[in-house]
């Protein structure tokens, strides 16, 4: 290549013609043309906590320097390497999928370049090549931008787990990654190359067209412009694990504990009254808003209120406690005999017999009041999922409660995880901050007794409570949820399974 071509070796992607492309080809480089960041350093942090603990992500960031000095001034090929080894090298190949799957889409999508994503996704078939393990990027690939073919370095594995190597070719870069899509596409090659740095010319030269994107830091895509909404994900993780936030992370998490420990100490043992003002001492925030119904009266025979719930954590029924200054009794789908034995309110599990559910609901009311979460599961999105509609066949005292809450460092939920750690992690942020509005308890003419089904009943509640969060309504359940973060149906079993191991000689 020449001098000229050195300074502009191909013209830039705001001059990419988007019209017409419905049956053409695009390939396009992932790190810092697909994505704002170039830096892959995040994505193998999530992988190296979510599927190997503390332990793994500390290894990483020990590691990562040399990673950085070989990048530099070894090649990009060996920097890349040893992060690879650092993050995955003995790990199951199961836990890599399953955080691919749940975990990184949410951070993907909030890294999307908007001028490439312009150009990107109006082609018919499209291809995205990266240095990174594609069984890492496959799910976010596929499933939420339509990818059709993704050309990444393939690790090498041994009996299901990682060896830490990666097959041949070796890392996508440079000439590798143009000879893989060389492999690929044969003669026939993409009609439009996308890259943003010296290292993707080698492919983009095979293209008919190729366009750059420049290195200025712009705005990521907003959530509202992405082809697919991210209704559901997991990990523990709340913001993106840069070298330093990571860093941060792992120094933050002995002291987190023992504060934590503290916090739910304070929860379960205080009298109800005492435990909002102990939260604030110990820096958790709940904030009240609206006017909550006084308790029930046992002695004029009244029946208990039924406060219908967003789901956000399994702490909902708790903090709606302490916003009241009195423990009200919870029913559950499935929560951890850990978290039953912390909760400083009443809880009772829910059969999934609705005759036996009916009967049990209606004892419990007949005792005080009462809060359900009809949504069944969390949602840590602004949406909310399906409401069960058999709340709304009991009873017409029923007021709606929005539950929202904030968190800076930790998820206090997981679908893939132990559930006995969620308020350990709730509580490990530095200052969470729960938020309980009350709103106006149900008029008796929108209550089954003056006529409504429990469905429009249910969906109603729904409604005015995405309202006033500015969340929006969804059908979808508990078990959509399960089967797209865990693949299962996500019902914790009261006693777990005991296998009994095959002793040698007996």
Request: proline share 7%; glycine share 6%.
């Amino acid at each position: 290549m020449g001098q000229m071509d050195d300074y502009h070796p191909f013209p830039a992607i705001q001059k990419c013609s988007s019209n017409g492309r419905e049956n053409q080809t695009v390939a396009v480089d992932m790190d810092g043309t697909l994505l704002c960041d170039r830096s892959i350093f995040p994505y193998f942090a999530l992988v190296a906590f979510e599927a190997g603990g503390v332990i793994r992500l500390l290894f990483l960031l020990l590691l990562s320097p040399l990673a950085g000095f070989l990048y530099c001034f070894v090649s990009e090929a060996a920097g890349i390497q040893v992060l690879i080894f650092a993050t995955i090298s003995g790990m199951r190949v199961t836990d890599m999928e399953s955080v691919a799957r749940a975990v990184l889409p949410k951070f993907y999508a909030a890294d999307l370049h908007p001028e490439t994503w312009r150009v990107f996704s109006t082609f018919g078939r499209r291809c995205v090549l990266t240095a990174t393990p594609r069984i890492i990027v496959e799910p976010f690939l596929k499933d939420y931008l339509g990818v059709d073919i993704i050309i990444g370095t393939e690790i090498s594995t041994w009996h299901g787990r990682a060896t830490g190597l990666v097959s041949w070719p070796g890392v996508l870069v440079e000439d590798t990654k143009a000879d893989a899509m060389m492999e690929v596409f044969g003669e026939k090659m993409p009609e439009v190359g996308l890259g943003g740095l010296e290292t993707d010319y080698p492919f983009m030269k095979l293209c008919q067209e190729a366009y750059l994107i420049s290195q200025k830091r712009v705005a990521p895509l907003k959530w509202h412009q992405l082809p697919k909404p991210i209704v559901f994900h997991d990990g523990r993780l709340v913001q993106r694990p840069t070298p330093l936030t990571a860093l941060l992370t792992v120094l933050w998490i002995p002291v987190g504990f023992f504060l934590a420990c503290l916090r739910v100490a304070a929860g379960s043992l205080l009298p109800m009254p005492w435990v909002y003002y102990a939260f604030w001492a110990l820096g958790v925030r709940v904030i009240v808003k609206g006017t909550p119904p006084p308790p029930a009266q046992q002695s004029a025979n009244q029946s208990g209120v039924l406060f219908i719930c967003s789901h956000r954590t399994l702490l909902d029924p708790i903090f709606l406690s302490v916003a009241l200054g009195r423990p009200i009794a919870a029913v559950t789908y499935s929560v951890s005999r850990l978290s039953e034995f912390l909760s400083p309110i009443k809880t009772v599990r829910l059969s999934r017999d609705r005759s036996k559910d009916a009967a049990m609901i209606e004892e419990l009311l007949k005792e005080g009041d009462l809060v359900i979460c009809p949504e069944g599961t969390t949602c840590r999105e602004p949406f909310l999922l399906r409401f069960s509609s058999l709340f709304a066949e009991l009873t017409d005292q029923i007021v709606p409660v929005a539950m929202e809450n904030r968190m800076n460092m930790f998820h206090g939920t997981t679908a893939r995880g132990w559930k006995g750690m969620d308020p350990f992690y709730f509580f490990m942020n530095p200052s969470p901050v729960y938020e309980v509005t009350f709103l106006n308890k149900l008029p008796p003419e929108l209550t089954c007794t003056c006529g409504k089904s429990s469905h429009e009943v249910a969906n109603y509640i729904q409604r005015i409570i995405a309202s006033t969060l500015s969340y929006e309504c969804t059908t979808l359940t508990r078990k959509d949820k399960y089967r797209a973060l865990a693949g299962n149906d996500g019902i914790v079993d009261s006693k777990p399974k005991v296998v009994k191991r095959k002793i040698m000689g007996c």
